[in-house]
């Protein structure tokens, strides 16, 4: 808040300075930068060039500081109206990462029953298991396995107040309280689950890890609203689907439930239903981890058309959070630092001499004079394809020749230098046949041979400089220069982890705990274009188990056996003792089970025990083997 306050300040005081009235409303609208595009924090200068020394801050996991003795609040932002598009305020949640297993072991909590049945509930803490055979759900539970179908649904009912009310999965991707009715179907030998609950309790288990609960709670804020309106512009527009979203990043994380992530869960509530509306229907909040200093459209990232209410833009905020994820190599002017991009430079300069006439040999690599990047994808864009370098070599030239030195006029003791005449003629040195080579020097050309490096295949491949997978970094270059004003080091970085499309997560964070923006700020900078309406739910309370009518059959008591045939010469009755006794098609673990055969029934035993104990039993419906120690007679 201190912040905000202080930068107000400081910009009016600028605009006073300049002294022109124009330039001091223009000040004055960019006192809130979260709503102006090209908005830059006090003292950054350029967002790609040398960045000012941050000092040492402690407020990125802070939250609100309370204003100054005597400082002025900020004004109240306008009521947000409601939304006028009904819903009920359900979501259903493909529980995706867990795969399609063949068992489910799970612990339910609170008040369960299957499919509203009061005939068929659960003891708070029951242990249960689900398995998937032959397209059938069965369901172990109590020392029963009952055949349920194709499939279940377990039903979430009123608690005691204090009761944690929600079902544990063995294997999920998180501890969290799954606080819905889970549906479970079986497809094949696995199980495919759909988890329905309330879209509030669904982002208690979603903001906590697409945000760490340690952040600023007015970035939490912001990401609660970017979340929920995600959700349901999906479930808007799933159509036939069994799921709304699903529990993976190929939507949102969704891990269920936790109590102490306080901060997420006031977030939440803080926000209740407000969402983003564009064109009359819910907006897509794209969010990114980091987008290295300048937000991407959708159409720059995926193709096809994006909606208006998103721009690109550059964001100092994500540019001076510390914590925002960045590569970085840095060379010399003689390439020291890195011998894989010298071999690439070297090679590539190769290609520039020999189009310059230069043969191989007759040059070597010098230095590097400039380094920028170009080729940007998009008019205004900094996901550039190439970094080009501008490169001095050193090349083999004749040496220069010496001036002829003069011979003394006199020898020693006075004589003279000449020769005296020779009787006879000298005759001159015949003329060698082989001209001789001039020595030759290498020479720095006064020349500069420029070559361009591909961004994505050899500087993020080839130097491991990239931050994702699929090609979205965008890359800068800080030159550093000596006291003559001599490059010294290039340093290449690439930054944007994730596609930065939409908010950066770090600069909500940078916003919300270094400036102290709000969540609404945070909002109108990422969005620009977007409406916040709020969602008014029904109320959708729990049902108490008592308020359930009479059992609806959800139980399915099995069918009466049939009775059991006449004894044939050898075979008797016995009775089963198991709590279930599975009934295979060959006396083996290995075999499939054709039948399981509750506590208490009656079997004919057809056979005495084999080596391993099995024998071989009928029924009015089914015959095949069991394990005898599970029988009595």
């Known amino acids: ?297 959708p159409e720059q990232i995926w193709g096809g058309k994006g909606g208006d209410y998103l721009a690109m833009a550059d964001d100092p905020y994500d540019l001076e959070n510390p914590r925002s994820l960045q590569n970085t190599l840095t060379v010399s002017p003689q390439c020291e630092g890195s011998a894989a991009l010298k071999a690439m430079l070297e090679a590539a300069l190769g290609d520039a001499m020999a189009k310059a006439g230069v043969g191989e040999g007759a040059w070597q690599f010098d230095a590097i004079a400039a380094v920028r990047p170009v080729n940007p994808r998009f008019e205004g864009s900094r996901m550039c394809d190439g970094l080009a370098f501008d490169l001095r070599a050193r090349v083999l030239v004749p040496a220069a020749t010496s001036e002829p030195t003069n011979a003394p006029e006199n020898g020693p003791e006075g004589q003279s230098a000449s020769p005296e005449p020779s009787a006879e003629p000298t005759t001159p040195p015949e003329p060698s046949a082989v001209p001789t080579t001039p020595p030759m020097e290498w020479v720095v050309s006064d020349a500069i041979y420029p070559v361009t490096l591909d961004v994505y295949t050899q500087i993020k491949d080839g130097l491991s400089l990239g931050l994702n997978r699929a090609d979205y970094e965008l890359i800068d270059v800080q030159t550093e220069t000596d006291e003559a004003g001599d490059p010294a080091s290039f340093t290449i970085i690439m930054r944007r982890f994730g596609h930065g499309v939409g908010m950066s997560q770090r600069g909500a964070q940078w916003m919300a705990g270094h400036y102290g923006m709000t969540w609404r700020e945070i909002l109108d900078f990422y969005y620009p274009g977007m409406a916040l309406a709020r969602m008014r739910w029904p109320e959708n309370a729990l049902t108490a188990l008592s308020d359930l009518p009479g059992s609806v059959g959800a139980a399915r008591p099995e069918p009466t056996p049939k009775p059991l045939p006449e004894l044939k010469a050898g075979e008797h009755y016995a009775t089963v003792t198991a709590s279930a006794l599975n009934v295979r098609e060959e006396p083996s673990t290995e075999e499939r089970v054709i039948e399981r055969l509750a506590n208490g029934r009656r079997v004919i035993v057809a056979s005495d025990p084999d080596a391993d104990g099995w024998v071989r039993v009928r029924t009015g419906e089914v015959e095949g083997y069991a394990k005898a120690e599970y029988l009595a007679n």
């Not at 039903?155 to 819905?180: F, W």
């Not at 709670?217 to 699903?246: F, H, I, N, P, S």
């Open 1 to 297: 808040m201190r912040y905000r306050l202080f930068y107000k300040l400081l910009t009016v005081a600028l605009a006073l300075a300049l002294g022109a009235s124009a330039g001091a409303e223009a000040a004055m609208e960019g006192a809130a930068p979260a709503v102006q595009a090209s908005a830059k924090p006090a003292g950054q200068e350029a967002l790609f060039g040398d960045m000012p020394t941050l000092p040492p801050v402690d407020l990125l996991l802070a939250t609100e500081e309370p204003l100054a003795d005597g400082a002025e609040a900020a004004s109240t932002p306008a009521p947000i109206a409601d939304a006028e598009i009904e819903d009920d305020g359900m979501l259903r949640v493909e529980l995706r990462s867990l795969g399609q297993p063949a068992l489910l072991r799970m612990t339910l909590l609170g008040s369960y029953a299957v499919e509203a049945d009061p005939g068929f509930r659960f003891e708070s803490g029951t242990q249960a298991v689900l398995s998937a055979a032959q397209d059938r759900v069965w369901l172990a539970v109590g020392g029963l396995t009952i055949d349920m179908g194709k499939s279940l649904t377990l039903t979430r009912h009123m608690a005691p107040e204090g009761v944690e009310n929600g079902i544990r999965i063995e294997g999920a991707q998180g501890d969290g309280l799954y606080c819905g009715d889970l549906t479970v179907t079986a497809r094949g030998s696995g199980l495919y689950c759909v988890l329905r609950l309330a879209v509030e309790d669904y982002l208690y288990g979603v903001v906590a890890h697409e945000m760490s609960d340690s952040f600023p709670l007015e970035a939490l804020k912001a990401q609660a609203v970017a979340a929920r309106t995600y959700a349901m512009q999906r479930k808007q527009g799933a159509g036939q689907r069994a799921y709304d979203v699903t529990d993976t990043t190929a939507d949102q994380v969704f891990k269920g439930y936790d109590p102490e992530y306080a901060n997420v869960i006031r977030a939440v509530d803080d926000t209740r239903g407000v969402v983003g509306l564009y064109d009359g229907g819910f907006a897509t909040c794209y969010y990114t981890a980091s987008n290295g200093g300048q937000t991407a459209l």
